[in-house]
Nanobody, 133 residues
Framework: QVQVEESGGGSVQPGGSLRLSCAASGFSSRRNCMGWFRQAPGKEREVVARISMISGTTSYARYYADSVKGRFTISGDNAKNTVYLQMNSLKPEDTAMYYC??????????????????????WGRGTQVTVSS
């Protein structure tokens, strides 16, 4: 059974930084697409960033939503099956529940949430990020 667990959320002032972590376990695929998503109250879930991870090699094929380009960085540790989201210059509009998901394939698109849900992604329960003064 695939398990996905996010951590690292919290409250921060505008302009601050947070680093989210997502650890995945219980899967056998060596080629995976892992992504970060967020959902604010009253809004649909959106893709924030995603990355391909192949066991024993480097991570690649990074994608970022326009709203976070230049501020957020996604990275992966293949040995730990863990993906990170470094969030800098946070804005109040970044406030949301942040989710992580994993799909047993390298990323090929996966820039829409529907591609993850149709593709059988496994999801974590989320971690709250609040940006407020």
């Amino acid at each position: 059974q695939v398990q996905v667990e996010e951590s690292g959320g919290g409250s921060v002032q505008p302009g601050g930084s947070l680093r989210l972590s997502c650890a995945a376990s219980g899967f056998s695929s060596r080629r995976n697409c892992m992504g970060w998503f967020r959902q604010a109250p009253g809004k649909e879930r959106e893709v924030v960033a995603r990355i391909s991870m192949i066991s024993g090699t480097t991570s690649y094929a990074r994608y970022y939503a326009d709203s976070v380009k230049g501020r957020f960085t996604i990275s992966g540790d293949n040995a730990k099956n863990t993906v990170y989201l470094q969030m800098n210059s946070l804005k109040p509009e970044d406030t949301a529940m942040y989710y992580c998901a994993i799909m047993a394939q390298v990323c090929s698109g996966q820039t829409e949430v529907s591609q993850w849900t149709r593709g059988g992604a496994s999801w974590g329960r989320g971690t709250q990020v609040t940006v407020s003064s």
